[in-house]
């Protein structure tokens, strides 16, 4: 499934358009978290990741 709903980066409003925000014409993304699955094989890839980041103390 694929997500519709884009979220702009500099004003924060939501809209369905994919390339440019319609009112400030900032960057969009998806808001959406990414899914969770007990199953994930990256999971030691991306806490390593966050570590070296400082996003986790050690």
Known sequence: MQWLLRRCIRCGRY?????RCPVCGGPLRVPHPPRFSPDDRFIKYRYLMKKKAGLIPD
């Open 15 to 19: 809209t369905l358009r994919r390339d």
